[in-house]
């Protein structure tokens, strides 16, 4: 089979990458088009220099393009579920950034869309491509670790967004722990049946008023018995720090950040050592990769897609559980919120 | 004011390690007397060969000689309170293992004691003195962290103990975690509010018919606002696994465990390290010896202990309330177990 | 001025990568021809992938296109010297990988073609562009080092070469430790002006008939004092073991070797991490893009390159006088071997 | 055979630590006696607390007492090869600091009287006994790191000596490589047969004015093959810096400085750690105790010591080369210094 015809929906900061990815990194792939509703001169400039040949601002000219295989919606959380309706309904395999949705039934009918069209839907939860937390799954895979006992993360921000963004975000738990829910099924080859979450506003007022917290611990149950933890902070000064730790009956594995260089240097004050990359393009540049490297041997392979639309429903579930243990100040079963 | 002249009341495995300490390593002090309810020839001589004058199965015997101005009270816990009552009576300055009593009013009434009887009463949390832990609450002091917003602390056992230790050791939280807790009070600088406590049966069953868990999650709130967590584990197949981690406004700490060497061993097939320090006597040994440094030094220059009973009962709420969590799968306020 | 239009001359490995870094990487540039003397379909279709409108047996073919700015000549070492003159008298701008040649007459003479024609020059010594390699450098350039004292090198190789190759090499130290000669005089920031060379036989005996050593440690003196020493194997198990270290007056920089991922995986016998990146592709990935990012810079700014052709020479003479040192079992003096 | 009855001789800072450690930590040992030609009232003292029975001016009241077993002796230099020789008359046990003599005839003198009067001879190496440096040596011995090619050493002092002492010391290779030498004898188990010494004086003129140099990288050839190289400087102005690395046909081993704690602190600016132990006393704690230990137990247990009079003779005659080369420019035979 030839190469996979792709068009991009959305050329903001994450639709560019796919699109530099696809055009530059994967040989099987071919960025075919591209379309944002607000398409700017650089934007498309930006495209056609990477070869795509439909460049425009409707979505629909990718969908009505029979050279069109496939689609990568990038834009706004609010327009995703729509998309992928669409696209399903116009025959194309689909990749959908994440959260899919911030509604439930939003969410499954998208998914319903997808799957009575028969064509794969794969969401954007890169980190499972991270090159550490991927080599912490196969030390489990291959027994080093034994019966998975203990998932611990943490995962914390550079720098707080604005109040005006947390305000329309859904919050910390949909808005950024949602990578983490995802990442601790991963780990856990288990879904999360019980989360308790504890918050607060440590980092900036502003987020408070917003009706939001900063500072979050989520402990959670698996259905197989283990036990975990998640850590959110909005602002960590020395930048994005991103660590994996997975506990079992016969090991332990644990992933550090990824560092600029390895130097170390040695003075009269002490030994210094470079901060962890400052944040998640520079972090997870080869889990970008990989994952759509994944996508599309999915669909020329016919094979199933590592992250499927149900994962996204249960992050999203397990997301919604701790906003409300949060807000009840109890532990909560996810199976309450299960609609 | 001369060294300070000890008894020891206690000759079992924590017992012989105080005895050593003061007599080999703390020209401040000396060991002046050994007691065991059963005492054997072997224990005798021992405390002999370190210069004991007083040796004999009788703790009275300490009590009652004006020469001893201070216990170290190592005997089983179901003694600890009474001891301590009996010591102050006697005037002594008081060490005492942890924990004080499983019962809270004993506890109470050994406080009480050792205050009206105006003795120092100093409870063997020795991880406070351990110099990665320690490094790590210095940096806080002097700033580098700013304000503490999250504390993390792992503490995993290499090998569970008998369930039949286990059925009378307390459970998981006053057996094992009550050290945690303390770290936790510790490195926060402030009282533990609530917790949330997780458990499961995942290293032996054995323990499960024993009424415990071996596996344990614990979130906890702090007066200050931070918040915490604590994983222990009854079998980490690697070792003891013993590390602190703080975050906070201007940055953060992480202690990693301690190796007995440095090398790396580079094959075919791997980079090879240590594994941590098997168990606590290597891993905290400086830490005991500077736990009774800091002991006598309170004792000689009359200043506050490092560890007082007020925080060994604190530590006892906080299990206790652990205990009620798990039991009560809910939040449980550490002020709902103060009596 | 437009993106910089380049030949590549030689479709092997480092031609192969030079030619997919300036396609994919480096937008100032662009891969507009591809000559080899062998050129395969294979080699033919993938440089038309990348955009080359020029692709022939010639080189000739793209020192005579007037809208060719640039060439990288990646062909076989003995046609280097021609090939730099040619392009010299066509106006091209050169981009020649090491070693220049091994007669250093034909080195002088390329050299001084080029620095007639005024056209820049630069060898393609990457490991100066290497992330680790380049930050110890700042460190010393910003004064955190202070005076350079001593420069360490560490320069191992995974497997050793045919002994086929061995014979037509050069020899170790100006097919392999030419580099490190280069990473010297770079760090250190000052010339070689004595060298003392141990070598030997503990690799592959077929080495040594071949006349060449495949182990070697070589100390160095530097123009401003400060001494210096590497060390080559041939072969290390544990993959390719490339560190630097610099130490001088007010501190010390150590650049450990990148490692695939940051996991370390803790079992009941040790604590595995992973190997260091296996050879020169993957461990240098970033500075060949780096390199060519300096080089396109240079020609478009029309500022110095980074690495000269006199460097090329400098490294030569460095790489003589250890050969004669090894021969003679004395230190020998740069001057001496110049010509 | 009951606890080995010691003297020490001399007490000064190392007489002092060989007190302490057999007082306090090897129980088949005992301070039997102490000596120093212009003891004080402090060191009498010091003395008398540790158990010592004999305390004088007078190491003749050691040799004379009959329930002395062995001496340690910590005087000055140029005292070493008599007290050996009358220590050996006397039929003591001995262990000597090194350096033995500064004068190889004496040093072959002093060999000679306790191989004559049957007595073990240990000489104070005591890098051999470092948990580090030994687990080394200990992978050789097992097979992982299969044939040794390369042995790397690194050593450095805190700060320089003053010019005063250096200009008795007898040089850099005998006043402080040649605890180096030592090492690099131990770890690639053959003895050096040739040296090439490069040196400068980079750290204090006045150390070039007393005739030595303060930075010095030495070449290192042994009989099995092996190549070596040891750097020195007397001032890193990080710490004591202590490293070792073994290379082999199966693998290498590399061991890094010793640490205080394992603590790093992030923050906005950098990820700080901890510089390396201050200085011999702190680093080498351990290792003085365990060559104090291997002493008794090679006594008691009549077994060979770990390390002879002869490995004092070898490193002197490494250092010897090391200095010839120094000040020939030129490669030097180890038997070219024999006498």
């Known amino acids: 089979m030839g190469p996979l015809r792709i068009g991009v929906i959305g050329a903001g900061r994450i639709g560019k990458i796919h699109g530099e990815n696809i055009a530059r990194f994967i040989p099987q792939a071919r960025l075919e088009g591209l379309t944002d ?11 056609r220099g990477l070869g795509a ?8 000219d990718l969908l009505a393009d029979p050279a069109i295989d496939a689609v990568i919606i990038c834009s706004s959380t609010d327009t995703h579920a729509d998309l992928i309706i669409a696209a399903a309904k116009a025959g194309k395999q689909i990749f959908c950034e994440k959260p899919i949705d911030l509604s439930v039934p939003k969410v499954k009918a998208a998914l319903e869309a997808a799957q009575k069209a028969g064509v794969k839907l794969q969401i954007g939860f890169n980190r499972r491509f991270d090159h550490n937390f991927r080599r912490i799954r196969e030390y489990t895979l291959t027994g080093e670790i034994g019966q998975v006992q203990l998932v611990k993360i943490t995962s914390r921000d550079p720098a707080p967004p604005s109040p005006a ?7 910390i738990f949909i808005d950024m722990m949602i990578h983490d829910f995802d990442m601790a099924r991963f780990q856990a080859g288990s879904e999360i049946t019980e989360v308790y ?16 917290v900063d500072t979050a611990m989520v402990t ?16 960590a000064v020395y930048g994005y720090d991103q660590r994996v730790e997975v506990f079992g009956s016969r090991g332990a594995a644990q ?7 390895t ?28 994952e759509m490297v994944s ?19 249960e992050n999203m579930y397990a997301a919604l559980a701790a906003g409300k243990s949060l807000k009840e100040k109890r532990p909560v079963l996810v199976d309450e919120v299960r609609v």
Do not use: C
């Not at 959670?220 to 902070?233: E, H, M, T």
């Not at 392979?301 to 499927?308: E, F, G, H, I």
């Open 295 to 313: 996508f599309t041997e999915a669909v020329l392979q016919n094979k199933p897609v590592a992250v499927t639309g149900e994962d996204g429903l």
């Open 197 to 212: 979450a504890a918050g607060a506003v440590l980092v900036d007022p502003e987020i408070g008023k917003a009706g939001d």
């Open 220 to 235: 959670l149950r698996f259905a197989n018995g283990a036990i975990g933890v998640i850590d959110n902070s909005r602002k």
């Open 37 to 47: 509703i607000k398409l700017t001169a650089e934007q498309e400039a930006w495209a």
């Open 263 to 290: 130097v170390k240097l040695y003075t009269e004050q002490a030994v210094i050592g470079e901060k962890p990359l400052y944040f998640f393009l520079e972090r997870y540049k080869g889990a970008f990769v990989d």
């Open 53 to 60: 040949r439909i460049v425009s601002q409707e979505s629909g």
């Open 255 to 261: 992933a550090e950040n990824d560092l600029p260089n």
């Open 165 to 171: 963004y947390v305000a329309v975000s859904g919050g």
